[in-house]
């Protein structure tokens, strides 16, 4: 699952390279937390949080399989946070 929200978010950016997605497992939800470049939250949000509810909407009807429930949070990075994240993965 982390790797399809991972797929759908790099697919709307404009610096794919960016996306962070962590997965946050209990008992009965999983939570995917997105983090992105600042420049690039408006286009993961959309516009009135249409892109996100559509994100949301995929990821619940994809967990509903599992029996948990799942949420996504869409946070911003500053430019310094993501050359960080970044310098970690690899």
Same mark, same amino acid.
């Given at each position: 699952?982390?790797? /399809? ?17 962590? +997965?946050?497992?209990?008992?009965? %939800?999983?939570?995917?937390?997105? #983090?992105?470049? =600042? @420049?690039? %939250?408006?286009?993961?949000? *959309? #516009? &009135?949080? @249409?892109? $996100? &509810?559509?994100? @949301? ?5 994809? !967990? $509903? @399989?599992?029996?948990? !429930? =799942? ?8 430019? +310094? &946070? $993501?050359? !960080?994240? /970044? *310098?970690? +993965? &690899?």
């Amino acid at each position: 699952m982390k790797q /399809l929200v991972e797929a759908i978010v790099k697919a709307l950016v404009e610096n794919p390279e960016e996306v962070v997605v962590s +997965e946050f497992d209990s008992d009965q %939800t999983v939570v995917y937390e997105i #983090k992105v470049g =600042a @420049r690039d %939250t408006g286009k993961v949000i *959309g #516009k &009135q949080g @249409r892109t $996100a &509810q559509a994100i @949301r909407t995929i990821v619940r009807a994809a !967990s $509903a @399989r599992s029996g948990k !429930s =799942a949420t996504v949070q869409i946070d911003s990075m500053s430019d +310094e &946070q $993501a050359e !960080s994240d /970044l *310098g970690e +993965e &690899q």
